[in-house]
């Protein structure tokens, strides 16, 4: 009986052990088929749930000026979010947020309703200490208070058109910002935090950070010091004649370095969105002009470099009026004869047209490519244009004698700085430019940006020599020759030129550009200087002598002094000949 009891019973045990061992099998082909065919799945949830990778945001690089100012700059702010989907009482935690941050519930509400299942959604950036303490106080499960870094512009408008803009999410959109973006914007790095079931870290995952790289530094050649006199200069001369704007360059001749680059009406950086976009263009570079006056200067050296006339030579300037085939030629003031020297001195179109005949189309359009014109000066700027200069297979007989007197062709403001340059550093065509260098944290130099320059003249120094000398007397014998600086000599050009019709049939009717370019001091040229106004009220003044050659004059006076440049003169004023309401553009 028992031996019978006893076998029963270790067949049972046999079947209950056979039993588990199956559900244990049954149970491991589960986990492994899981574990195959689910498993990334579910390790990628569970990732989710107990993990977090957080970016870490590069800090941008600076923009500095070449003596080192910083004029961008990055700082951290603290900015307030919002975790919409764990967010529980999202009209509750609105209007907690709107008593602390002074903002309309009514306005938060619907955002945070529209902002679904998203993780992180940004209430507010810049938010202060004290703010801060305040929401974290509320301890509202959802809200949060992160750090980022923003772009600020310390010396506020300054440059504003060459500097540019960041977007929102710290992006370059214009400008140098957005130029140098690969330098600037370095890269970003991450961390990965284990949380608990209340999502809060307590831990960083092993291998789970990856520090950013911050960006590197711009180096300009700009000056700030310089172009903050020069757009104060600017200012005040394009309010002074209520213009619509004006442009100013200074250029060191013999390098192409930029010490300023003015644009007015200008914009601020740190609040772009205030402006309309046609403030962000910088507009030295961007739009050309018929020149006018300023362009005869490079006509009348090919003249001279070709033989096609000599110092002192008659030209009979015909009373004023001179007809060449369909082309009738005036001059602003009546005169018969005039040597060569004072074509220029008095900017007669009827003598430039004379010299523009005897040099002929193809000299002509040799010379005037010789000198920069009909291509970008490539100083490394975006948007930057190539002006206009029509193929010489479309030039015709009105070409000969428009282009010398500044007409039929556009230029850029740089354009014209860079070619005068010639007059000044020896016949050389330079390549200008802003970005001086790429610099690490450590201040080690990554990347020298200046151009290398040509040493290959493009005149001979005896043409050189006599244009400067005519140039100069441009100047001393202008109605404006008292305003000039009496320690530096100023030799340059002025010009007056008409705004073409949108149509391109014919000029707008008193609207014109005023300009003038001038190089200083005239023994060692040290400084291009170049302003432009347009469309000055012409009631008040219109001529480049009255209204961009006193601009001029006056940053001058500020950039001798403060580069310590040499004075070449005694400072006495120079007599000169000229009756005071003669104004020759």
């Known amino acids: 009986m028992d031996s019978a009891q006893d076998r029963a019973t270790s067949i049972r045990a046999r079947w209950l052990l056979g039993l588990l061992l199956l559900v244990l099998a049954v149970l491991c082909g589960r986990l492994i088929f899981i574990n195959a065919v689910h498993g990334p799945r579910l390790a990628a949830r569970v990732h ?43 009209q509750e935690a609105a209007l907690i947020l709107a008593n602390i941050l002074d903002l309309n519930a009514e306005e938060i509400i619907p955002d945070l309703m529209a902002a679904g299942d ?44 060459l500097v540019g803009f960041v977007s929102m999410d710290g992006a370059g959109v214009s400008g140098i910002e957005h130029q140098c973006e690969h330098w600037l914007a370095g890269e970003n790095g991450s961390k990965t935090i284990v949380r608990d079931s209340k999502r809060q870290a307590f831990w960083l ?19 700030a010091e310089m172009q903050a006199f020069v757009e104060r200069e600017l200012a005040d001369g394009v309010n002074r004649f ?21 644009n007015h009406p200008g914009f601020d950086p740190n609040h772009y969105r205030d402006y309309p976009a046609e403030r962000y263009r910088n507009r030295a570079i961007t739009d050309p002009y018929e020149p006018g006056s300023t362009f005869k200067p490079f006509v009348a050296a090919a003249a001279l470099e070709e033989n096609e006339t000599r110092i002192g030579e008659m030209f009979d300037c015909e009373g004023g ?9 005036r001059d602003h003031h009546p005169y018969e004869f005039l040597t060569f020297e004072e074509i220029l001195i008095k900017s007669s179109n009827i003598g430039m047209g004379k010299l523009g005949i005897r ?46 007197m500044g007409q039929e062709i556009a230029v850029t403001p740089l354009q014209l700085v860079r070619a005068f340059a010639v007059f000044c550093n020896g016949g050389k065509l330079v390549t200008p430019y802003v970005i001086r260098g790429i610099v690490d944290a450590n201040g080690r130099v990554l990347r020298d940006m200046a151009p290398a320059q040509s040493d290959e003249p493009i005149l001979s120094q005896d043409t050189l020599a006599k244009m400067r000398h005519i140039l100069v007397e441009v100047v001393n014998r202008s109605s404006r020759a008292d305003q000039a600086p009496t320690t530096h000599q100023v030799f340059g050009k002025t010009g007056t030129a008409q705004i073409a019709r949108s149509d391109g049939r014919g000029y707008e009717d008193r609207a014109y550009v005023s300009s003038f370019v001038a190089g200083v001091p005239a023994a060692d040229p040290q400084l291009v200087v170049y302003v432009a106004v347009r469309r000055p009220d012409a009631s008040i003044g219109y001529y480049g002598g009255q209204v961009a050659a006193p601009v001029v004059y006056n940053i001058v006076k500020r950039a001798v002094t403060y580069l310590g440049i040499p004075p070449d003169r005694d400072g006495s004023r120079i007599e000169h000949t000229v009756m005071s309401e003669e104004v020759f553009d």
């Open 205 to 223: 995952a092993e291998d789970g950070y990856r520090p950013a790289r911050d960006g590197y530094h711009v180096s300009l050649t700009i000056d």
């Open 359 to 404: 040099l002929g189309h193809r000299r002509l359009n040799e010379y005037i490519r010789r000198f920069g014109f009909g291509g970008a000066t490539d100083v490394g700027l975006i948007g930057e244009s190539d002006g206009l200069l029509r193929p010489l297979v479309r030039w015709n007989d009105f070409t000969t004698t428009s282009l010398p």
């Open 118 to 161: 998203r993780r992180f959604f940004v209430i507010k950036r810049g938010i202060t200490e004290e703010e801060a303490r305040e929401i974290r106080a509320a301890d509202i499960y959802g809200l949060g208070i992160f750090t980022e870094p923003y772009r600020t512009y310390p010396m506020g408008p300054l440059a504003g058109s």
């Open 321 to 329: 009026e001179w007809t060449e085939g369909r082309r009738t030629l």
């Open 48 to 90: 989710k749930q107990t993990s977090a990778d957080i970016p870490i945001k590069a800090r941008r690089g600076l923009i500095v000026d070449h003596r080192g100012r910083i004029i961008a700059a990055t700082t951290l702010r603290r900015s307030v979010f919002a975790d919409p989907k764990i967010l529980k009482d999202k």
């Open 242 to 262: 209520d213009a619509e704007s004006g442009i100013a360059i200074v250029m060191h001749p013999q390098t192409g370095m930029i010490l300023a680059m003015a």
